[in-house]
């Protein structure tokens, strides 16, 4: 089989034949690539720069001990808080705000489109994360960047402030309904001293309400906590429903922890029915309460972080409330047994008074515990107040978006150019093509490389479109030719 090789010349000889088509498939392709990008709506993209600070527990937790521990939980982390900015929550949020004014529905974005407007980009070995939005107009790209973010921080101040915001909700409540009963309470008191006109009460009665004032006092106190701390547990519980983590922590020491606490609380009861809150034992109890609560806090952060490091920040925090609650819960139940067994101890006792003596220590004292119970309420309430407010949150923004100057789409130059390239290739590949397919014989040198045979002579084709004077030419040529040769044959 003969191997057929490329000639440098006839590949010129095909490039120069063909030239006005190859030109032509260039001019098109460039003109299409010109014509589309003129007509292609630009597209502006706006950035920002998030950072998201990686919370303490999780650098002193066992993770911090392995190898690219920390940097694993940070790369979970900034994939958590991304999934969290592109949510439908957020999302549709930003689509509500930036489009409230735009009467043309078609130019409103469902939650689909908008989210394929969204870019983001977590920066290696870096707490930052890049966010890009993209617009029809450097104003709209701008817009919807910062509105992004805004409404992303205002999701996640909700998210890890949910737990104060229900605790200052609902002591405010309680609040209002026990500044009515304090009134109510004070009016019986003084209708009741106006009734059986008694001026001030026996110093036997006084003293006798003095000395329960201190449980009167813890019983309004744990009346106060035991609503909080179950307020804290029903937040926190909804919002894990919602995930479902389907994880539960705990350790021998967190239920000794508890059992600690609840016998603690039990023994404060004890001893404020004996000595004043100002009596060493009490002072003592009240710092152990203290310090036990602390260590079961650590205890219970150390478990989730350990068995829980899957989670995200939110959920583990979320989860650790959820514990603390229920364990204050456990000890305030335990703490309103024993108060009540004192309290029903000090009904017996005041029962020995004479009845007016005794119906003005009960309304004395039905109005000490519900002044006791608002001023708690209220000290609460304030509590609740300041720490919404300076609850942290692990996002800060680095650089708001700024418009941007051009758009990065359609890229005219570098479709044009793309453009070009792909037009030469086209038309070249297209000359050879259709030379390759036209297997007519042209030339003596196309007779001999397709029929191995040497060519003696040609005849020219006068059918062909040729004009007159090259016929006439041809002719002359011809008899020149045929001279010669019979000249030639003479002399011989």
């Given at each position: 089989?003969?191997?057929?090789?490329?000639?440098?010349?006839?590949?010129?000889?095909?490039?120069?034949?063909?030239?006005?088509?190859?030109?032509?498939?260039?001019?098109?392709?460039?003109?299409?690539?010109?014509?589309?990008?003129?007509?292609?709506?630009?597209?502006?993209?706006?950035?920002?720069?998030?950072?998201?600070?990686?919370?303490?527990?999780?650098?002193?937790?066992?993770?911090?001990?392995?190898?690219?521990?920390?940097?694993?939980?940070?790369?979970?982390?900034?994939?958590?808080?991304?999934?969290?900015?592109?949510?439908?929550?957020?999302?549709?949020?930003?689509?509500?705000?930036?489009?409230?004014?735009?009467?043309?529905?078609?130019?409103?974005?469902?939650?689909?489109?908008?989210?394929?407007?969204?870019?983001?980009?977590?920066?290696?070995?870096?707490?930052?994360?890049?966010?890009?939005?993209?617009?029809?107009?450097?104003?709209?790209?701008?817009?919807?960047?910062?509105?992004?973010?805004?409404?992303?921080?205002?999701?996640?101040?909700?998210?890890?402030?949910?737990?104060?915001?229900?605790?200052?909700?609902?002591?405010?409540?309680?609040?209002?309904?026990?500044?009515?009963?304090?009134?109510?309470?004070?009016?019986?008191?003084?209708?009741?001293?106006?009734?059986?006109?008694?001026?001030?009460?026996?110093?036997?009665?006084?003293?006798?309400?003095?000395?329960?004032?201190?449980?009167?006092?813890?019983?309004?106190?744990?009346?106060?906590?035991?609503?909080?701390?179950?307020?804290?547990?029903?937040?926190?519980?909804?919002?894990?429903?919602?995930?479902?983590?389907?994880?539960?922590?705990?350790?021998?020491?967190?239920?000794?922890?508890?059992?600690?606490?609840?016998?603690?609380?039990?023994?404060?009861?004890?001893?404020?029915?004996?000595?004043?809150?100002?009596?060493?034992?009490?002072?003592?109890?009240?710092?152990?309460?203290?310090?036990?609560?602390?260590?079961?806090?650590?205890?219970?952060?150390?478990?989730?972080?350990?068995?829980?490091?899957?989670?995200?920040?939110?959920?583990?925090?979320?989860?650790?409330?959820?514990?603390?609650?229920?364990?204050?819960?456990?000890?305030?139940?335990?703490?309103?047994?024993?108060?009540?067994?004192?309290i029903n101890s000090s009904e017996q006792e005041l029962?020995?008074?004479?009845?007016?003596?005794?119906?003005?220590?009960?309304?004395?004292?039905?109005?000490?515990?519900?002044?006791?119970?608002?001023?708690?309420?209220?000290?609460?309430?304030?509590?609740?107040?300041?720490?919404?407010?300076?609850?942290?949150?692990?996002?800060?923004?680095?650089?708001?978006?700024?418009?941007?100057?051009?758009?990065?789409?359609?890229?005219?130059?570098?479709?044009?150019?793309?453009?070009?390239?792909?037009?030469?290739?086209?038309?070249?590949?297209?000359?050879?093509?259709?030379?390759?397919?036209?297997?007519?014989?042209r030339t003596a040198d196309d007779v001999e490389q397709?029929?191995?045979?040497?060519?003696?002579?040609?005849?020219?084709?006068?059918?062909?479109?040729?004009?007159?004077?090259?016929?006439?030419?041809?002719?002359?040529?011809?008899?020149?030719?045929?001279?010669?040769?019979?000249?030639?044959?003479?002399?011989?």
């Open positions: 089989m003969e191997e057929t090789t490329i000639d440098l010349k006839d590949i010129i000889k095909t490039i120069k034949k063909r030239r006005g088509m190859i030109i032509k498939v260039f001019l098109g392709m460039v003109t299409l690539a010109v014509i589309i990008s003129f007509l292609i709506p630009p597209t502006y993209e706006a950035e920002t720069n998030l950072r998201i600070k990686q919370p303490k527990g999780l650098a002193n937790s066992l993770l911090g001990d392995l190898p690219m521990g920390n940097m694993g939980a940070t790369k979970q982390l900034m994939s958590t808080y991304a999934e969290i900015l592109k949510s439908r929550t957020v999302v549709q949020a930003v689509i509500d705000k930036v489009f409230a004014d735009e009467k043309d529905e078609e130019k409103i974005p469902n939650y689909d489109q908008m989210l394929k407007r969204i870019t983001t980009q977590p920066v290696k070995d870096t707490e930052i994360l890049k966010i890009k939005v993209t617009g029809r107009s450097p104003d709209e790209a701008e817009l919807l960047a910062n509105t992004l973010v805004d409404t992303f921080n205002e999701r996640m101040t909700y998210l890890v402030r949910s737990e104060q915001t229900t605790i200052r909700e609902f002591i405010g409540e309680r609040l209002k309904e026990s500044k009515k009963e304090l009134e109510q309470s004070e009016a019986v008191l003084e209708k009741y001293k106006r009734e059986q006109k008694i001026v001030a009460p026996e110093a036997e009665t006084k003293a006798m309400v003095d000395k329960y004032a201190d449980i009167d006092k813890l019983a309004a106190e744990n009346t106060v906590a035991m609503a909080a701390a179950q307020a804290k547990l029903g937040a926190s519980q909804q919002q894990l429903n919602k995930e479902k983590p389907g994880f539960v922590a705990d350790s021998p020491l967190i239920q000794q922890y508890k059992l600690n606490l609840a016998e603690l609380e039990v023994k404060l009861v004890s001893l404020s029915s004996r000595y004043t809150e100002k009596h060493p034992e009490v002072i003592a109890t009240r710092a152990a309460i203290t310090e036990t609560n602390g260590r079961l806090s650590s205890e219970i952060s150390r478990v989730i972080s350990k068995d829980a490091a899957s989670m995200n920040p939110i959920h583990q925090g979320l989860l650790q409330i959820q514990i603390e609650s229920e364990a204050e819960i456990a000890a305030r139940s335990a703490q309103s047994q024993a108060i009540k067994g004192i029962s020995k008074l004479p009845g007016k003596e005794l119906g003005l220590a009960k309304v004395m004292r039905d109005a000490a515990v519900n002044q006791e119970i608002y001023i708690m309420l209220a000290k609460r309430h304030e509590e609740a107040r300041i720490s919404e407010v300076m609850e942290p949150t692990d996002v800060q923004v680095i650089d708001k978006a700024d418009s941007p100057e051009k758009p990065i789409s359609p890229k005219k130059t570098l479709n044009v150019i793309i453009a070009a390239i792909l037009g030469l290739f086209i038309g070249t590949g297209l000359a050879f093509l259709l030379e390759y397919m036209n297997k007519t014989v397709y029929l191995d045979l040497p060519v003696l002579g040609s005849i020219p084709d006068f059918n062909s479109k040729v004009t007159i004077e090259e016929k006439i030419g041809i002719w002359s040529k011809i008899k020149q030719i045929a001279g010669a040769n019979s000249k030639v044959g003479g002399e011989r």
